[in-house]
Structures are given as C-alpha cells and as structure tokens.
C-alpha cells in the first residue's frame, strides 16, 4: 500500500509538471491569447494538482486503513495460534491423566481380579473342609447309629407306657441289680422272654446261679408257664453285654382280685402282685 501511494504521488507531480510545460510551451508559441488564458489555465492545473494530491491523500489513508487492518488480522491470527497452542497444551495433558487413570484403573482392577481369586480360593478350601468335616459328621452318625442298631438288636428293657406302669409295676434300679415286671411270652431254661403289652421288651439269660420261683416255691425257668407274671431282677453281663437274671418270681395262674394300689398310687384294675 505504501508503494501505491508513492506511484500516486508521482504520477500527480509529473501531471503538474506536464501540465506546467504545456502552458509554458502554449504561453511561448502564443501570448497573444491574452493574459487571462494562461491564468485560467494556472488555476485549472492547481485545480487538477489538488484533485490529485486529495486523492493521494485519501488513497494513503485508505492504505493505511487497510494496513490497520492486516496487522489487526496478523495480531487476531497470532491469538488465535497462541489459544491453539494452549488447548493443544491442554488437551495432551488430558490425554496424559487419562492415561494415567486408565492404567491406575486397570491395575486396581488386576489387584480386585486377584483378591477375588484369592477370595474364591479361601472361600472354596473352606467349602471342601466343611464338607470333610460334615462327612466324617456323617460317618460318626452313621457309626453311632450303626453301634445302636447292633444294640438295639439285642432286646433290653423298655421304659414301659403309663398304662403298663398301672398294670405291670415300674422297673427299678436296687445298686447294680435291676427289676421288671412284665408277663412271660417264652420261657426255657436257657432264657425268660418278657413282655408289656403283648410286645417283647427284654430277654433275660437264665444261667444255673439263677434263682427261680414259681408260685412261691423253687423251680426251673423251663416251668414257667407262657402269660405268667414275672417280676424279675438281673445285671448286664460286661463281657456280653446281655441282661443276666439273677432273680425271679413267677405267678403261674392269673387270679381276678381286688385293685390293688401301684407305687404311682392309682389304681390298677386286673392287675395281680407277683408273689413274694
């Protein structure tokens, strides 16, 4: 612009300046024309220089604007480059965090991984262990159950119900002597099978140290008739384990008599007192 307004400004001199010669040139070859020619001819090439200086003048101002301009535009660009600059700046820097949050997220995640497997390990080793420990639970069971069925396979006496409580009498203990009372189902003289209420409570070995009355008088197990009433005291043979009678007392025949009062202290209809 600076250059434009230079041209400008030459080319207004030399149209003065040829403007100049000219009247110059037209006042030589003719002055006859009078004197007032050459000064309206002067004042219409100051008119003209004027022109031309004004719109050198207007044509600088314009390039100067314009000039304004472009380093308004230089300065905006050179912000805008700076503000880019930093937001690049920035955003690697984001990038950078979120890298590192992502690598910090992935080794939490690694370490919650492995306490998991490690928590699952525990939890199962646990698992195994309360399971050996229920099964050998269960074989104990099984060995204790097992250990009773053999017991129980040998009959023993039972706690008799209330009702034969009342009918039969209740077994007592006397130091490492029990009794019962109950009736004969079968009878020998090798055992006394007795009964409460028509089931089988207690198989008693009868061995030659037994002692056996019957009606009141000694006899042999094999005469105790079947229905009899027995009252009965043995001990458990440690080596055995079966019940050893070591007394007893059989009625043979059932006679119907008065109630008689049981030690519970209720009456006991039908029920006869083996004999002492």
């Known amino acids: 612009m600076r250059f434009r307004a230079g041209w400008l400004l030459a080319g207004a001199a030399a149209l003065t300046l040829g403007t100049a010669c000219e009247e110059r040139d037209r006042g030589t070859q003719g002055q006859a024309s009078g004197q007032s020619t050459v000064n309206d001819q002067v004042a219409q090439a100051q008119q003209r220089s004027e022109n031309a200086f004004d719109s050198a003048r207007k044509a600088q101002e314009q390039a100067s ?16 480059q700076r503000e880019y600059q930093e937001a690049q700046a920035k955003a ?15 080794q939490q995640t690694q370490q919650a991984q492995q306490e998991a497997q490690q928590a699952q390990q525990e939890a199962q080793q646990a698992q195994r262990q309360q399971s050996d420990a229920l099964a050998q639970q269960n ?12 017991q129980t396979q040998q009959p023993v006496a039972a706690a008799p119900s209330p009702q034969a409580q009342q009918q039969q009498g209740a077994q007592t203990q006397q130091g490492s002597e029990q009794q019962i009372v109950g009736e004969v189902l079968r009878a020998n003289d090798d055992e006394l099978l007795l009964s409460s209420q028509g089931e089988p409570q207690l198989r008693l070995q009868v061995s030659p140290q037994t002692q056996v009355m019957v009606d009141g008088r000694q006899a042999s197990a094999g005469e105790i008739q079947e229905g009899s009433q027995v009252r009965a005291s043995y001990r458990t043979d440690e080596q055995s384990g079966e019940p050893q009678a070591v007394r007893i007392e059989a009625t043979s025949q059932v006679q119907p008599t008065a109630p008689a009062a049981p030690e519970s202290g209720q009456s006991t209809p039908g029920s006869q007192q083996p004999t002492q």
Do not use: P
Request: avoid cysteine; aromatic fraction near 0%.
């Open 65 to 80: 604007s314009q000039q304004k301009q472009a380093a308004d535009a230089q300065q905006e660009l050179q912000n805008k």
């Open 92 to 106: 690697q820097s984001a990038s950078q965090q979120a890298q590192q949050t992502q690598q910090r997220a992935q």
């Open 139 to 150: 074989q104990q069971a099984r060995q204790q159950s097992e250990q009773l069925r053999q």
